[in-house]
């Protein structure tokens, strides 16, 4: 600090520092974390160096971080798993409340110093600031997270966060849990300054001594908050929620409005209900397995041992779909990337991609044109010799990708990793034409790449564990979620969606329309229904993966996949499929008052459920945790279930038992129950 500092108090959270013009300095450097979050210790901390402020008021006071990666990244999150009811989650809350209460109601001006990001209740204790500066940071983020996790701010966030943006801004960050850039949070009124990292303290001293007039709500947010304006607007934003979630199934984004639509012009009632809404949600199973979902991501991210590797430059073997938008991804997280592949017109629409792409993540032109000077064609493989990891996507054929490791692997650094990204041929069956097999591991991405945050990482028997680690670092390295999984057809994402597309299909050839059977997966909580996806997917894709996973697993390959794909009909890469596609969406035909048969959700669903226990006894995923993980992240399979062996827990497997029999009963042995499920019960 460049002013003299005067009278510091420690704590073993806080620190509070008095200058001598009078600013007093609280810090928050959570002991023994990474980043700071508000747990119950944090605030009764807070809630004392308060009262001290109160009682010997200073001129200003600036909240920041003692962390350089962020200010606060919200509630902690652990605790939650220990509420058992709504009336110990509402004293939590309502203590959350009045710690936030005081930090407002102190008699000077205080000012949150925002470092990176600031997240949930993290953005709630900036806003309960009078005046908030940022950083200009591309990485730093605000955003109110939490209905992603079955609940909304409950720190008193519903209302400050349209007291100081509007309500259709404070709505979008509730209820679609979205990021705000800095830009964008200083546009809408969100923070009062941004500057850059290095005046970033200067910035805040200056608005704490001479702050800023506070800005009125505008005369349209005044007129919107009316009684009579409320319902209207609640009606338009709930019709605006159910086009994306059911209120059965996800109920926070409509406690959010309710409570608005309820108490938006009577604030101390409406932290009050804020505090009762969030306690009851917090006991709901949604947001219980929306928490569980939050922490087996923080499971997948702590995977990996301590690998010193350093990754700086991808060389990428196949500039198709795939290939190309793996080479995207890793250019945008900052690595050197050359994308290889036989002719500079195979190239060139990767490359329009990730344009993109880049354009679309990064906005600045500047950022743009530096992503773009990080991904270089690369027709003649001269990338090989310096990649740090080299990743074949070539098209699926085991002599031809034999044919390209035999000329990759002479070229390599003995360190590197190689890798390949197929989606369901086993490494055994690749890795002969190595020097070092048990050098080849599996890098299975998702389509589409820079919205599917799981990576399978792929492993033999024999594979050394430092080969595994280093492609988990690596899948860690650019973002996205690692799952080991044991060598095996179709891996675990491939094998579980599968018998869950082809049901679908065997449902439609007995007659179901096809979007009522689509209609009934999303009823379920699918993101989207099986036709859909297989379309999207490319019906090739789909029988090239089925028939492999036919000769292995038994999976029944309907006859109208194969002559589909035998007249070019593949789905939206060709504009026609199982559904007309036009600007990249299904356009699907109108059915009105059609039942779906009774059973056409389990039959659907526990394909997918019966196969994940397979998987877990042929020990392609050990463990059970991570083959949940793997099945929501890959599939996208109903999140608020939390996974298709907890959904088979909650529901009782006796009873998924007798569900598989009945459906074994009436179409056939493909429903007989795995093994597993006695090992399991057990």
Known sequence: MSEKQQNIVKAVHWTLERDAGGIAWLTLDKAGSGANTLGHDVMAELNEFLAQLEADPARAVVVRSGKSG????????????????????YELVRMGQSVMDRLEGLPCTTVAMINGFALGGGLELALACDHRVLTDNPKAVLGLPEVKLGIHPGFGGTVRSIRTVGVFAAMDMMLTGRNIRPKQAKRMGLVDQVVPQRHLERAAREMALTPPVRKSASLRDRALNTPAARPVVANILEKQVAKKARREHYPAPYAIIDLWKNFGDRPAEMYEAEARSIAELFCTDTSRNLVRVFLLQDKLKALGGDVKMRFDHVHVVGAGVMGGDIAAWCALRGLTVTLQDRAPEHIAPAIKRARKLFEKKLREPRLVQAAMDRLAPDVNGTGVPRADVVIEAIFENVEAKQALYADLEPRMKPEAVLATNTSSIRLEDLRDALADPDRLIGLHFFNPVAMMPLVEVIHTDTTPSAEID??????????????????????????????????????????????????????????????????????????NVAKILGDAHGVHVPEALQSMVERKQLGRKTGEGFYRWKDGKAVKPEIKNARAPEDIQDRMILPMVNEAVRVWEDGVVEDLDLLDAGVIFGTGFAPFRGGPINYAKARGLAEIGAALKRLQERYGERFEAAEGWKQLSA
Do not use: W
């Open 470 to 543: 280093k492609g988990i670092a690596f899948v860690k390295r650019i973002d996205r979620l690692p799952l080991p999984c044991k060598s095996a057809p179709g891996f675990v994402v491939n094998r579980v969606l599968m018998p869950y597309m082809m049901e679908a299909m065997l449902i439609a050839q007995d007659g179901v329309a096809l979007p009522v059977i689509d209609r009934a997966a999303k009823a379920f909580g699918m993101p989207m229904g099986p036709v859909e996806l297989a379309d999207t997917v490319g019906l090739d894709v789909a029988l």
């Open 70 to 89: 962020g200010f606060v990244a919200g509630a902690d999150i652990k605790e939650f798993t220990g509420l058992e009811n709504p009336d110990q989650a």
